[in-house]
């Protein structure tokens, strides 16, 4: 495998978790170093491909559960490459603003969008977010006085802090017919065996640039009181949006809400 032509200003010479990500899902935004790196860790992790794509399989469905209610405006915050079933080609005809802070991602990002008038990348902190919101790339392209589906998929474990909180200015901006959209990993699962694989998971990434922060399903769901969740509520991403006996669980909670 080939790989892409290189972004001014992208290192390839270290392994990036964004494209890492990419390799898993079969893109092509990936080079040697990443997909080395990536076999190393499914070498000791033989659950990572098949999170990475359980995790992108849920942001399809998502995707297809917000147009279906008519949302055509999409927020996607920790976007990473916007490649393989992105956001822009599941909804083809909405307007999608993807948001990530690494330079890496956003540099591909904007290489991947150039030709693209209905979807944009900014560099931000989901973290602050009026930067995001009062960015061009989101104020320009998505009007908040209509529905948009705020997505935060497989992200907000590597973001610290009160999760409430931390979403609670982009979920107060949500106008009835919006959607909220999340992904995460926790711990606090039923099969021991899969509590201490995600465990493990997490203290692989103590010390790094992207240490991980595990949550409790209360704190998963507490972001989403007062809004509709859907069914079939908070459960595995493989489970959603209907439950795969037999298809291994990978410890990552999926929840879809909507507003009014």
Request: aromatic share 6%; hydrophobic share 45%.
């Amino acid at each position: 495998m080939t790989g892409p032509a290189v972004p001014e200003g992208v290192d390839v010479e270290r392994a990036n978790v964004a494209r890492m990500y990419d390799y898993w899902l079969g893109g092509a935004h990936n080079f040697a170093v990443d997909r080395e790196h990536a076999d190393r860790i499914e070498a000791s992790n033989r659950t990572a491909r098949h999170a990475a794509r359980s995790n992108r399989a849920f942001l399809r469905h998502a995707v297809q559960w917000c147009v279906a209610r008519g949302i055509d405006q999409f927020l996607d915050l920790g976007s990473g490459v916007p490649t393989v079933g992105n956001v822009h080609e599941i909804a083809r005809d909405a307007r999608v603003a993807y948001v990530d802070h690494e330079s890496v991602a956003v540099a591909h990002s904007r290489s991947i969008l150039a030709d693209l008038d209905r979807a944009s990348i900014t560099q931000a902190d989901l973290a602050d977010a009026d930067a995001v919101l009062g960015a061009p790339g989101v104020a320009d392209l998505l009007d908040l006085a209509r529905p948009v589906a705020v997505l935060a998929v497989a992200v907000l474990h590597y973001v610290p802090g009160d999760l409430t909180a931390l979403l609670a200015p982009y979920r107060d901006r949500l106008v009835p017919g919006g959607a909220l959209v999340i992904s995460h990993v926790s711990d606090e699962q039923d099969d021991p065996d899969l509590a201490a694989r995600v465990r493990a998971a997490a203290e692989v990434f103590r010390g790094s640039a992207n240490p991980v922060t595990l949550r409790s399903r209360a704190e998963l769901a507490a972001p989403f009181e007062g809004l509709t969740i859907a069914e079939p509520g908070m459960v595995d991403v493989v489970d959603w949006p209907v439950a795969r006996p037999g298809v291994e669980k990978v410890g990552m909670y999926a929840v879809c809400a909507a507003q009014g």
